[in-house]
């Protein structure tokens, strides 16, 4: 027996017209199974036999978070099909819904070829039909396409006049990879373009059951929303992106405390304003290229748009700037790049930022390791033998001299400091995507994040310190006179410039403090001292070094330089060496005395 909510669903229903969708990629796939799980009957049609024979079997031929379950359900339901010819599904619908890809010509411009052939199949099956039909293109297209090409050529293949035998919709979609069916189920409006009333009311019947607010406009108006809800989702991350590098200048800033002061005003809003490495995916690229196209063709210019893109173009340069800052030249260094996705929980490298920065890492000589949760086969593809594939992200990491994070799976937001520390060759991370703290990471690793301010989380002069091991065994020691180090011993050192490697601001530190030229043969140890400060923050490096030449006299008048055998080593040392003088004796002991234990290397 029917509940009275029961008959009016089952009114509803039985009102419903039934809907086909034409282009099963994941707009239509999605549509197609969550218009069928509101109880409206759907045929997916699409012109590859595979996306209909796993559809007709109940598997979705995409995969989005909920999707199979909702396909699997709508199929066995029996409120999800498939005909194998168009002329089936749209005479077995009253609505279609045009879902096909609409692609980009190298200018930039909307290729059309696919809504072109998909309104003329459309048009030759409707001249079969006898019955009014509604043709609705939710797909995104320049505005006056669905009335001067869609329109034009559905009259032209069925014989039919518009708006009188057949009406015409626009009904954007606005859903984003990674939630599309919680997008489709909970959409903060629908927008419904139309020019005739009987169009009007189907497709307000057909959203019946959505309790958002229902927008309707003129068919060119909603299809122009489309790309400019696009450009001003792109245009507020490429600003918050362009505030980041800002910040980067500005001692003890930081852009997420910058976004979020701002995000809190109401009008501004908190969404998107989360700055990193770039925006990506496979349509705003594309729409805001077809939106600057289309308004070049009218004789305007959008300076904002071409701004919104000038700045994205430019984020893979400040990651790859920041990664030169922790380790200096990136000619044959290990870095490696996890993430890989345009963003997380996806499989989609299409314009994925991702590619670019790899790309600038080769072009500078980096060896490059990539790991990504989900990409790796797409990225496989694209890079080929270019690059390194891990298979996990420690994996990823190991003996590296620089990590950058590009794509923030959960997967790497539970990678603490000392995984770092413990598996990277120099361990040196850019946050791309503001995952990590910086509080954490600065003070155990040589840390740099986008819109994070030089201050005493990152490191711009990062201190380090020599241990000469002669040829002879002696091991090269300083003495400062000055305060605070009264007279003690210590390993020469000093800060690491922007521009230079920490072997070479190591030679450099050496020459300045001792006047002895060396050439570093093999690291012996890396490590921070956790009882640093994270504004001085310590890596110490321990060499085994050629002495080339030079005289034991320093520069600086306050310094005293030597050579010490082991038995003499000053029992006090300045900067807490004496632990690291201890440790390489101690190996050497043990190597005199067994020919192992030796920790070079
Ligand atoms: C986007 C829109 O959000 C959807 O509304 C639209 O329907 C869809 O394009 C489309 O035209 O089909 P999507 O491409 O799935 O959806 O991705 P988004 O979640 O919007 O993210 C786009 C890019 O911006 C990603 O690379 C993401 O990492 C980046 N992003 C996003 C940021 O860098 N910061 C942010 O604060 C938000």
Redesign the pocket.
Known sequence: MLTAKGSSEEETHLKMPRISIFGLGYVGTVYAAGFASKKIEVIGFDIDEKKLKLLASGISPIYEPGLSELVKDCVHRDLLKTFSTAEDAVLNSDVTFITVGTPSNSDGSIDLKYITETSRVIGEALKKKDRWHLVTVKS?VIPGTTEKVVKKIVEAASGKIAYKHFGLGVNP??????SAVEDFMTPDRIVIGVSDEKSKVELERIYSGFSCPKLVTNIRTAELIKYV??AF?AAK?SFINMIANLCQKIPNCDVTAVAEGIGLDKRIGKH???A?AG??????LK?LNALTNFARKNGLTLPLIDATLQVNDMQPFVMVELARQLIGKLSNRRVVVLGLA??PNTDDMREAISIKIVNMLLNEGAEVTVYDPAAISNAKEIFRDTVNYASSANDCIHNADCALIVTEWDEFKSLKPEDFVRHMRIPAVVDGRRIFSPQAFSSKLRFAAIGLGANEYFNPALAVNAMIVSDSEKILLVRRTIEPFNGLWSLPGGFVEHDETVEEALTREVEEETGLKIRPKQIFDVFSHPLRSPVKHVVTMCYLADVLGGSLKSSNESLEARFFSASEIPARLAFDHHEIVEKYMKSQREYWKTGQGLVYG
């Not at 925006?279 to 705003?284: A, H, Y």
């Open positions: 995104t979609e606005f859903l984003r990879e990674g809800n696009n989702l991350v998107f304003l989360r990193g925006w990506g995916g496979s349509c705003w729409d345009f963003k």
